[in-house]
């Protein structure tokens, strides 16, 4: 298997060599609005984001959030300051194809406010606010009380799921301008427990508004692998526990309980999946395309899925053994009938695009699954720990497989839903941030 690292050098654009290390550029991300043409200057918006670059779903929350700055405050000004210590020379080739004048900071805090670098001081000098983008939980707390307690700096958490971090995120999701949560659940814990942000509720993951399109490596891949539109559905696996010991930039230490775990439910999650491939390539002579979001899910992919299916199905799957970035995954998506597995962003990638998608959770997983029933998805949401739901996960497969027309509907009805709460949860965005620059 690949490793990331040669997957970069191969892919990363030559002109992003130089992007990479220009930490900050001079113009704003977005045109901006008459008050500004007249001599003010626009909203400075620090972005903290981009906490993984191992999974595409975590990589997605950056794009999706400057798409929906773009549209609901397009008078700002964005710098983005990746949570993770380096940012792959692909991911910002990714983000400066879509987002041409974005600023991009890197660096640390420590707990007096000084910055390992100068771009980074200088960006947070400049901020008028600082947002913290949708995750599995608000990651950068620590970050946020510097930004507040050392700087008296306002900021606001979107579409995070809450729980993760115990006494620190509470506190500091009290200090807030407002706090969205991406699933119900998260919203209730936060109340239950006594977070008081002037502003508290329930808005979906970021990633529903994700924009960002490879077409021409998408097209290069099917074409590849024989893969009609339409003629196709998406198979994503996983562990029960991430395997974050396999991930070489972190250099975490392996986890012998969350290994024996997965070992010991790797078949009982993935004879569902492979039941649901048998029955769709069977009775629709649809291929299945078994792909990732995080990339120790390629070998699992194989061992789990393909190497276990019958003779006769094998001939219709397509495992995709190398590693892949947000914006080719996604144009992939859009030219399929549908996915399904047990990941969350690929789904959400899907519907953002109106493409059907069914979520398989189980115990070791957050709450952020509850965003399928949140945005009336029930039907397609299954707790794998309940042999019941497993019971209809193939039926439910097949029904989406062969009914494309009704489960576009479907799907497009969550889409239409999904961003119209975003939308609401945005214009609060845009009015914090304008209020605050008023008062600056």
């Not at 020379?89 to 991009?104: D, G, T």
Request: with cysteine.
């Amino acid at each position: 298997m690949s490793t990331r690292r040669n997957f970069i050098k191969q892919s990363a654009l030559t002109a992003s060599g130089a992007i990479f290390f220009q930490s900050v550029f001079s113009s704003p991300l977005f045109s901006c609005d008459e008050g500004d043409k007249r001599g003010k200057s626009p909203r400075n918006i620090l972005l903290r984001s981009g906490w993984q670059v191992e999974n595409i779903g975590d990589i997605a929350h950056t794009p999706a959030m400057l798409a929906l700055i773009e549209k609901y405050i397009p008078n700002a000004s964005v710098t983005f300051w990746p949570y993770y210590h380096v940012l792959p020379e692909n991911e910002v080739a990714m983000l400066k194809k879509r987002f041409p004048n974005l600023k991009i900071v890197e660096g640390k805090l420590d707990a007096q406010g000084k910055a390992t670098t100068t771009a980074l001081q200088e960006a947070i000098a400049n901020a008028d606010f600082m947002l913290h983008n949708s995750g599995p939980a608000t990651i950068g707390w620590a970050d946020l009380n510097i930004f507040k307690k050392v700087f008296k700096k306002p900021f606001g958490v979107y579409g995070v799921t809450y729980g993760l971090y115990g006494t620190p995120e509470k506190e500091i999701l009290s200090d807030a301008e407002f706090v969205y949560f991406r699933d119900s659940v998260s919203l209730q814990k936060a109340k239950d427990a006594g977070i008081h942000a002037p502003v508290m509720g329930f808005t979906p993951d970021a990633v529903f508004s994700i924009d960002v399109t490879d077409d021409e490596k998408a097209t290069q891949f099917l074409s590849a692998n024989n893969l009609a539109v339409e003629k196709f559905m998406c198979c994503i696996p996983k562990h029960r526990s991430t395997p974050m010991w396999l991930h070489k930039n972190k250099n975490r230490p392996f986890d012998a309980v969350r290994n024996a775990r997965n070992e010991e439910m790797k078949e009982h999650d993935h004879i569902p999946l492979r039941n649901a491939i048998i029955e769709v390539v069977r009775k629709t002579k649809m291929k299945i395309l078994i792909c990732h979001e995080d990339e120790t899910e390629m070998q699992i992919g194989k061992e789990w899925l393909l190497d276990k299916l019958p003779e006769d199905v094998k001939p219709n799957i397509v495992w995709r053994n190398t590693p892949w970035l947000t914006d080719e995954a996604i144009s992939i998506y859009k030219h399929s009938a549908g996915l399904f597995g047990a990941e969350m962003h690929s789904p959400i990638m899907c519907i953002a695009h109106g493409i059907p998608a069914i979520v398989v959770r189980w115990e070791e997983q957050s709450s952020k699954g509850i965003m399928w029933n949140d945005i009336g998805l029930s039907d397609w949401l299954f707790d794998f720990d309940k042999e019941e739901e497993i019971k209809r996960f193939v039926p439910t497969v097949l029904a989406m497989a062969m009914d494309t027309k009704q489960s576009k509907a479907k799907a497009g009805k969550a889409k239409k839903y999904a961003q119209e709460l975003q939308r609401k949860s945005m214009k609060v965005v845009e009015k914090t941030s304008r209020s605050l620059r008023k008062n600056a």
